[in-house]
């Protein structure tokens, strides 16, 4: 059992190291499949779906009781999940 588990961390010790053994300018070299623009746009997008929730239930307290408060709640609840939907993309 013992001869197992030196075999097994030496295969994760090998599989670790051969990760770091690429060519220094290719770990330098930051590559993105999107454009920087792109990037930009995207935190845009993030910072007015953190703005939009907060604006949507103030509205919504204004207009307590009726049908379209509701629709506010909704409208703040579905920005919300988005963001945490763009969130668990990001990882």
């Given at each position: 059992?013992?001869d197992?588990?030196?075999?097994?961390?030496?295969?994760?010790?090998?599989?670790?190291?051969?990760?770091?053994?690429?060519?220094?300018?290719?770990?330098?070299?930051?590559?993105?499949?999107?454009?920087?623009?792109?990037?930009?746009?995207?935190?845009?997008?993030?910072?007015?779906?953190?703005?939009?929730?907060?604006?949507?239930?103030?509205?919504?307290?204004?207009?307590?009781?009726?049908l379209?408060?509701?629709?506010?709640?909704?409208?703040?609840?579905?920005?919300?999940?988005?963001?945490?939907?763009?969130?668990?993309?990001?990882?």
């Amino acid at each position: 059992m013992m001869d197992l588990e030196k075999y097994i961390k030496e295969d994760i010790n090998m599989a670790k190291s051969k990760q770091y053994n690429r060519r220094k300018e290719d770990r330098e070299m930051n590559i993105s499949m999107l454009p920087a623009w792109m990037d930009k746009l995207m935190t845009v997008c993030k910072y007015f779906l953190y703005i939009i929730p907060f604006l949507c239930c103030s509205i919504a307290m204004l207009l307590e009781g009726t049908l379209t408060s509701h629709s506010y709640v909704l409208t703040a609840v579905w920005c919300l999940s988005l963001l945490k939907l763009i969130e668990l993309t990001d990882k």
